[in-house]
C-alpha cells in the first residue's frame, strides 16, 4: 500500500485530521520540545515551509540557501524522523530558501544522507519548479505576464539572464502523494500547498483547508505571543482548531485574525495558482485560552490558472565602504559631499560602475520621504556595483580615500572627514542580483510546469 | 491621543518584493473605532505622513481584529542595490507621529 492509502485506509472521519506545521522557516532551527511534543500527537502529517521571498533576490539568482548547511540537515534530520516513526507524510516547500533547482538538489542531497544514515528507506518525491526563459518570454509575447506590482518591464533579455521560478499550488503535493509519495520535497511552492493538499486528498472542504494551511504554515506567530514553535491544526468538515505545542504560545481569536493580516496585501482574498480563499466570513472563536477554532472561510476555484513567477538577475560584483562622521558640517554637507567624491572617483577610475550610499541618521532607513528626524551622528554605507570583484572594489577605495580627505566649503575636519569602525572600511560583498520578475503568467497546463520525479531512498 | 499610545501593535513588512504593508493593530474596540474614523488616518492624511501621492495608499480596516491595514508600493523592488529595508520591517516611523 502507499502512504495514501494507508493514510486513507487509517482516517476515521469522525475524528479530526490533523496536520502539523514545524517549521515555518526550516534550517534556522526547529524547536524541539515542541516539535517533539506535537510528534507525540500523532498527527496525519508533517509539513514544513522552508524558504520566501523575503530575504530578497540573492539567494534566488545565486542558487544558495540563507540558513546554514549544519542547522538545516538537523532540522530534515528531525522532520524525517518524527515522519517516518509514525509513518505519515513528510511535505516541504520551496526548498533551500529558493526553490529553484539548485536549492532543491541540495536539499534533496541531505535528505538522501540523512537516510543513508538513519537506515531509513521510503519513496522520495522531488518537485521541480524551474520555469524556463523561453516560457516566460511566450507569455510577455502573448500578454499573458502580468507584474504583481511597479517593477520596471523586463527585457528579454533580462529574462534570459535571470533565473525564474514559479509557485505550485496545492496540486504538485497532491500529485507526488497520488503517485506513492512517502516524503515531498518542493521547489518554490504556496505555503499553503503544503498543508492544504492531504486535507484535500481525503475529500475535507477547500475554504476550510486552505485558511488552516495559510495561518499554520508560519506556525505558532499566529499566538499572543507569537512565536516559532509547532503548531497542530485539527479539521473538520465544519472547522478547525489551532494549538500550539508550546503551551504559553496561546492562539486566541483576537491573535489569529490578526495573524491573517501578516504579509497579505489583501486581508480578505489570498489568491493561490487553483483557487481564491475567500476571508470575508471567516470568523474565530475561543475553545479554551490555549486554542481558538476557526469556520466560515470560503473558496472559489480559479476559471484561468495564473501562476506567480519569481526571477533574479545578476547585476554584477558589489563592494561595500563602512565609515561614520560626528561632524556637523560634514553631516550638513553629506549629500554634497558624496555627489562632489563620486565626480571625483569617476574621473580617476575609468571603469563603470554604480554607487549607492545610504547615509544612517540622515535617511538611511526610510524608503519613503515622511516622518524623518536628524541625528547628532551619521554611518554611511556605500554600496558599488560593477562588472567583476576587483572594479567594484576599485573603485570603492578610490571613493573612500577621496572622501575621507574632501575638501568642501565650510570645513573644520581636515584631519579627515570620516570615522572608520574597522580596517580595511572596504569590503569584497558577493554578487549584486535584483528581482527581475514578480508576475503572474498565464499557463494552460500548470502540472506541466512542475514535474515530479519519484525514487526510492 | 497619539497613535502610537492607542496602538497595540505598529508594524511594518512587504506583502512580496513589490509592496509594503503596514498593520496598525488595537486592544480595544474602543480605540479600533477612534483609529477608524480618525481623518489623520485617511488615505490623504497618510498620504502626507509619508510624502506619496494618495492614490497610491490603500486603507482597509479589519474589524475582526481590530486591526487597520495600509498597502503602500515600494519605490525600489526590494532587495535592489539602493534598497534600504529588504524586508520592509522599519517603515512604520511615520506613523508614530500621528494624533488620532
Known amino acids: 500500500m502507499t502512504m495514501l492509502e494507508r493514510l486513507r485506509a487509517r482516517h476515521d472521519p469522525k475524528r479530526p485530521l490533523v496536520g502539523m506545521s514545524a517549521s515555518g522557516q526550516l534550517g534556522y532551527g526547529v524547536i524541539a520540545p515542541a516539535f517533539e511534543a506535537g510528534v507525540a500527537r500523532k498527527p496525519d502529517f508533517i509539513g514544513a515551509d522552508m524558504g520566501s521571498v523575503d530575504p530578497g533576490p540573492y539567494y534566488l539568482g545565486a542558487g544558495v540557501m540563507a540558513t546554514g548547511a549544519e542547522r538545516t540537515k538537523r532540522d530534515l534530520r528531525m522532520l524525517l524522523l518524527g515522519a517516518r516513526k509514525l509513518d505519515v507524510p513528510m511535505l516541504l516547500g520551496t526548498a533551500g530558501t529558493g526553490g529553484a533547482s539548485p536549492h532543491l538538489d541540495a536539499t534533496l542531497a541531505m535528505i538522501r544522507e540523512i537516510a543513508r544514515e538513519e537506515g531509513l528507506h521510503f519513496n522520495l518525491a522531488s518537485i521541480r519548479a524551474d520555469i524556463s526563459s523561453e516560457a516566460v518570454i511566450a507569455a510577455q509575447r502573448a500578454g499573458g505576464l502580468l507584474p504583481l506590482g511597479r517593477i520596471p518591464v523586463p527585457t528579454e533579455e533580462d529574462i534570459r539572464a535571470s533565473r525564474i521560478v514559479g509557485q505550485m499550488g496545492t496540486s504538485g503535493f497532491v500529485r507526488a502523494l497520488e503517485m506513492g509519495a512517502d516524503v515531498v520535497i518542493a521547489g518554490r511552492a504556496c505555503d499553503t500547498g503544503i498543508f492544504a493538499a492531504v486535507p484535500q486528498l481525503l475529500g475535507y472542504p477547500m475554504g476550510l483547508a486552505l485558511h488552516m494551511a495559510k495561518i499554520i504554515e508560519c506556525c505558532s506567530l499566529c499566538c499572543l505571543p507569537g512565536g516559532r514553535d509547532s503548531i497542530l491544526g485539527h479539521l473538520t468538515h465544519d472547522d478547525f482548531v489551532l494549538e500550539s505545542m508550546n503551551p504559553d504560545r496561546h492562539a486566541t481569536p483576537l491573535s489569529v485574525a490578526a495573524h491573517v493580516l501578516y504579509e497579505q496585501d489583501d486581508p480578505f482574498s489570498v489568491s493561490e495558482p487553483e483557487g481564491k480563499l475567500l476571508l470575508r466570513d471567516a470568523q474565530y472563536e475561543a475553545v479554551d485560552q490555549h486554542r481558538t477554532r476557526c469556520f466560515g472561510a470560503q473558496y472559489e476555484e480559479a476559471i484561468k490558472f495564473r501562476i506567480k513567477i519569481e526571477g533574479a538577475q545578476r547585476l554584477g560584483a558589489r563592494a561595500v565602504m563602512l565609515a561614520g562622521s560626528a561632524d556637523p558640517v560634514v553631516i550638513e554637507k553629506i549629500d554634497e559631499i558624496l555627489r562632489d567624491v563620486e565626480t571625483m572617483t569617476r574621473s580617476l577610475y575609468p571603469h563603470p560602475f554604480q554607487l549607492y550610499p545610504r547615509v544612517y541618521g540622515r535617511r538611511g532607513v526610510p524608503l519613503f520621504e515622511g516622518g524623518i528626524r536628524e541625528a547628532e551622528e551619521i554611518f554611511i554605507l556605500v554600496e558599488c556595483v560593477a562588472a567583476t570583484a576587483e572594479i567594484a572594489k576599485g573603485a570603492m577605495l578610490s571613493f573612500k580615500q577621496y572622501c575621507l580627505h574632501h575638501g568642501f566649503a565650510g570645513r573644520l575636519s581636515t584631519g579627515g572627514n570620516l570615522a572608520f569602525p574597522i580596517t580595511p572600511p572596504e569590503l569584497d560583498a558577493g554578487d549584486a542580483y535584483r528581482f527581475s520578475l514578480y508576475h503572474l503568467m498565464d499557463v494552460d497546463r500548470p502540472d506541466d510546469l512542475f514535474p515530479i520525479t519519484l525514487e526510492q531512498v | ?100
Open chain 2, 1 to 100: 491621543m497619539r497613535l502610537r499610545d492607542a496602538a497595540r501593535v505598529l508594524r511594518s513588512k512587504n506583502a512580496g518584493p513589490l509592496t509594503v504593508t503596514l498593520d496598525l493593530m488595537f486592544e480595544t474596540r474602543e480605540n479600533f473605532e477612534r483609529a477608524v474614523q480618525s481623518p489623520a488616518l485617511s488615505a490623504a492624511a497618510l498620504a502626507r505622513a509619508y510624502r506619496i501621492p494618495a492614490e497610491d495608499v490603500r486603507v482597509i480596516p479589519v474589524p475582526l481584529a481590530l486591526a487597520i491595514k495600509v498597502v503602500l508600493p515600494r519605490p525600489i523592488v526590494a532587495g535592489s542595490p539602493g534598497d534600504t529595508d529588504v524586508y520592509g520591517a522599519q517603515q512604520h516611523r511615520p506613523l508614530m507621529e500621528i494624533e488620532l
